[in-house]
């Protein structure tokens, strides 16, 4: 198995990208409605909001990270948030996650208005993709908390 290739997410790769996407929520015990996933993709080939590389391999996409700039009250640069990484069963362990997030880390210090910082998380118990960030990041001790809102139901 050759190395991937690290490009722009691109229109032509929907399909690839989308069995790759649903994986990720699989993995995670999710999932969204088709108009989240559609918006995304949206999203991720517009030139603002979400930011989409692909990690290619033998001309098959084999994993996708998605990543936004957004401003902070602690600085006057923009962060870096890298909120999803995938790459396929078959590709772990071949260096393509890492290629991923070092594309993340090229883009953030590229950038003239932000930090270069670049901050994610994952399930505690994500042993695999941990032994990966242990070497390529630092493991804060920041407590993450968040609230999820229930739908609200329409009136029947």
């Not at 190395?3 to 990208?17: P, S």
């Not at 210090?109 to 670049?118: E, K, Y």
């Amino acid at each position: 198995m050759g190395q991937a290739a690290i490009r722009q997410i691109e229109a032509g790769d929907r399909a690839q990208w989308e069995a790759l996407w649903q994986d990720y929520l699989a993995f995670y015990h999710t999932s969204v409605p088709a108009n989240v996933t559609d918006t995304l993709f949206e999203r991720l080939l517009s030139e603002e909001g979400h930011n989409g590389l692909v990690a290619v391999l033998d001309g098959k996409v084999v994993g996708f990270v998605h990543y936004l700039f957004h401003p902070s009250t602690w600085s006057s640069e923009l962060k870096c948030y890298l909120e999803d990484l995938f790459v396929s069963d078959e590709t772990r362990g071949t260096g393509a996650g890492r290629k991923l997030i070092e594309a993340v880390y090229a883009a953030a210090d590229a950038r003239p208005d932000a930090s270069g910082n670049v901050y994610w998380h994952t399930n505690g118990d994500n042993a695999r993709a941990r032994q990966l960030y242990d070497h390529i990041g630092n493991l804060s001790t920041y407590v993450y908390y968040d609230r999820t809102k229930a739908p609200v139901k329409e009136a029947s």
